[in-house]
């Protein structure tokens, strides 16, 4: 029998937490993730079976929609990732694959990609040098790609100016989380 034990992206064993004054700065590693790409001709037979069984709007580009446990947001043209909560939902690709049959392609994405949350009153502030999103005109529901530190990011506004989600690829984690900390420790 193996002893395998799971760390998180930065290679530990808890969640890394960086507190600033007026910013929170945390890896959150309690999501499963899957992508859904419609394939060709049956775009609106994926929606609708999506929405039809997990209640779930995926949403237009540049949005994100969340309804009960599942959250998703654009990636590209009839892709999105879909996100639960990873205690609950540890098989979630193969959920999904059987609610949309063979309307999309669907891949486990869990082990690809890291999150931070970066919550508190300075965020706006961290993301003006960051990257160039401006996010003081955007909103609650946005999603956006991003380069951070040349790397390809999505990030997702959970709450106008205070709450904010950065995913990124996981391998490149390490250097995510210093592009987030320096830049903190620069305006802070």
Not at 124 to 147: I, K, P, Q, W
Not at 167 to 176: D, F, K, Q, V
Request: charge should be negative; glycine fraction near 10%.
């Amino acid at each position: 029998m193996h002893n395998l034990k799971a760390i998180t992206p930065l290679g530990g064993t808890s969640p890394k937490i960086d507190r600033f004054e007026g910013l929170v700065i945390s890896e959150n590693v309690d999501r499963a993730l899957t992508s859904v790409a419609a394939r060709q001709g049956r775009e609106a037979e994926c929606c609708s079976a999506v929405q039809a069984t997990l209640g779930l709007v995926l949403p237009k580009p540049g949005k994100w929609s969340a309804e009960g446990a599942y959250m998703a947001w654009w990636m590209g043209v009839d892709l999105w990732m879909i996100d639960a909560d990873h205690a609950d939902h540890e098989l979630l690709a193969a959920h999904v694959k059987t609610v949309v049959g063979v309307a999309a392609s669907v891949a486990e994405q869990t082990d690809g990609w890291c999150r931070f949350d970066v919550s508190g009153a300075r965020a706006m502030d961290v993301f003006e040098r960051l990257c160039n999103l401006n996010l003081r005109a955007g909103g609650t529901g946005d999603a956006h790609r991003a380069s951070i530190e040349h790397l390809g990011c999505f990030v997702l506004c959970l709450e106008a100016g205070v709450k904010y989600a950065v995913i990124g690829p996981r391998s490149s984690a390490g250097s995510l989380r210093h592009a987030l900390v320096t830049t903190a420790q620069s305006v802070i």
